[in-house]
């Protein structure tokens, strides 16, 4: 029986996952989970993931959440090769320092910005008053300049020459704001460069398959039922009011 | 030359490193940093650490921040019992996943206590608006449900029967608002039992060693001149207002 991935492809730590198990040809089975749809609230999900959150993974009875450790679990488990989760002490603390820095540093902002701007207004219908999206986006301007200028080395990759899973959860949680029409990449030359290092080690063909309902997320929210609306308030008002 | 560790005893990851290097009797040497008289912010500190936070590690001419990495770092290093950080991968994998939830789960939520129940009125001398308290109070009290009724195994820890990096990583999040004036222990006996274990499974000369600022902290914060600490007023504002 091959392990489970359960994703919903509008989620970035969701499309990491995506990412590194397709790139190195895993032996899973991926299950949507839509999370519009309220999917994840149904009793057999929430005998994977009793947080009800996306990613999970099943393999056998063990289930987990949370998309960095799956990565580390299947890198170990399917013993992928090792740039993406470098054995040497150095390396592997390179990789991790922006692994535990990105919860805070850029995820919370991100997402953020892809909130207010597709689902606040155009779902929810609660204006998103003008001094919180400026305080929002200055947030995630100072992350990206951070990642940008800390973060990615000089020619190269987070963790140095090669590409890892620091890269992987990134460059998807860059694309949240991305898609949501705020164009992270303009004068940021040194970011740009990096991400078509990324896409290009990855596969474009992989990447732009990983992130086609992100991208279209701005027109599809236009079909949504009124009745799924009520599924994002309580994200909405967690993050805003 | 001996590794060094650049800790402010006020943080949460600062705690949770020096209880495990302690613990553990790490060939480690300490340096206090102080937040609060601006030492993060001289160049021999910037060296170290271009982010400029704590905790920091130094070792020889490798540098890095973030506490879980760091504990990693340090526990293969120097090879540290099994049970801080376990290589069999499912129990690996049970810790992981508490270590990457936190973040966004409890840290963000615990960290705010101590700027709005303390920071905030005592030295800035604003008022943080009711509905704002209210807010993070109900996020800090849903932190810590699910902290007691999902990562908590009945009667151990929360990778299991035996203390991981998990619990450290934990117990000092949930101090920080408990520090702060929230008792977060009331009518939470599971939660009070699991911390008995942590303290016991530490010493408890020494968890009371580690958290000996923070609990004094509420009277120390009457010390502080604003004025002297003016970098920390955007953070106050941006999280009460």
Request: hydrophobic content about 45%; glycine content about 6%; aromatic content about 10%.
């Amino acid at each position: 029986m091959s392990l489970k991935l359960f994703l919903d492809m509008i989620s970035q730590p969701c499309r990491s996952v995506f990412l590194f198990a397709k790139k190195n040809n895993l032996p899973v089975e991926v299950k949507l989970i839509s999370l519009k749809n309220g999917e994840q609230h149904t009793e057999k999900f929430r005998k994977v993931n009793p947080l009800r959150k996306v990613p999970a993974l099943k393999d056998g009875d063990f289930c987990m959440g949370e998309s960095i450790p799956m990565m580390e679990y299947m890198a170990e488990k399917f013993n992928t090769p090792d740039h993406w989760f470098p054995k040497d002490l150095q390396k592997r603390a390179r990789v991790n320092e922006y692994l535990s820095w990105q919860h805070l540093g850029i995820r919370m902002h991100g997402s953020k910005i892809f909130v207010m701007k597709v689902i606040d207004g155009p779902v929810v219908k609660l204006e998103v008053p003008e001094d919180k999206m400026a305080r929002a986006m200055e947030d995630l301007n100072w992350s990206l300049d951070l990642i940008e200028k800390t973060f990615i080395k000089d020619g190269g990759f987070i963790g140095g020459e090669q590409i890892s899973i620091a890269d992987l959860v990134a460059i998807v949680e860059i694309m949240q704001p991305f898609a949501s029409g705020v164009d992270v990449f303009q004068g940021r030359a040194k970011l740009s460069a990096w991400k078509e290092r990324v896409v290009q080690a990855v596969g474009k063909e992989l990447f732009d398959e990983a992130h086609k309902t992100i991208l279209s997320a701005k027109d599809s929210v236009k079909q949504l039922d009124s009745s799924k609306v009520e599924y994002f308030r309580p994200l909405t008002v967690l993050y805003f009011l």
